[in-house]
């Protein structure tokens, strides 16, 4: 099975070509990102994929650091933040845990933590921590499938993707978050809620910001 890194960059050039899955979702999760963001804020986006949402909030920050483990995902976005003059947007290809230190006024991670190990999410949580001053703010999107209404589709999802990994098409790690249980490992780990929801409902994406206690 191929690591993290060599999934994602053996898939960079088809997930930059797909489109956004559920539009309507993704743009009130921009509008509600954007609210808490100041011009004078420096953000660290972890696992930014090819930079799509780095460039569409650089705009509203003084800088931008948007990260991923995939060199070929950051090459992407590299072309992509050329080509749309983001002077205030910087790429790096980094781990969550080993992304520079800050500190940051902001830290962003979509569609993350249901790709990483309970270890590996505990690590990333003291890391983020870590990385903002007290008072700082810990914006997130994560797929929460443990909680898809349906138990029949929960089942064919698990059941599809245990297949997609075998073939080596969905990354080794996918975990089946429940917002509950979610919500609590970000408490646990030194932050206190102060928005969240579900972009979209079912299976809910949970959106989350949370303070820096």
């Not at 999760?29 to 986006?45: C, F, M, W």
């Not at 910087?90 to 979509?110: E, I, N, Q, T």
């Not at 138990?151 to 297949?163: C, H, N, Q, S, T």
């Not at 809620?193 to 994406?205: A, F, K, R, S, V």
Request: positive net charge; hydrophobic residues 40%.
């Amino acid at each position: 099975m191929p690591t993290d890194a060599e999934f994602w960059d053996r898939s960079a050039a088809r997930y930059a070509r797909r489109p956004v899955a559920d539009e309507i979702a993704y743009r009130r999760t921009l509008e509600r990102v954007r609210s808490y963001l100041r011009p004078d804020h420096r953000a660290l986006e972890l696992g930014c994929g090819t930079a799509s949402t780095a460039l569409a909030l650089a705009p509203h920050l003084r800088e931008i650091l948007a990260t991923d483990l995939s060199g070929a995902m950051i090459e992407i976005g590299r072309q992509k933040a050329a080509a749309a003059g983001a002077t205030n947007l910087r790429l790096s290809v980094a781990h969550p845990d080993s992304a520079p230190p800050g500190p940051f006024d902001v830290v962003l991670a979509f569609n993350l933590f249901h790709l990483l190990s309970e270890g590996e999410l505990e690590t990333s949580l003291a890391a983020i921590h870590a990385r903002l001053d007290p008072g700082g703010l810990f914006v997130s999107k994560t797929p929460c499938l443990g909680d898809t209404r349906s138990g029949f589709l929960r089942g064919a999802m698990r059941a599809a993707i245990a297949v997609m990994q075998r073939l080596g098409r969905a990354p080794g790690q996918v975990r089946f978050l429940t917002v509950r249980d979610w919500q609590e490992q970000v408490r646990l780990a030194g932050f206190d809620l102060i928005e969240t929801g579900n972009y979209p409902e079912d299976p809910p994406n949970h959106f989350i910001v949370a303070r820096r206690r």
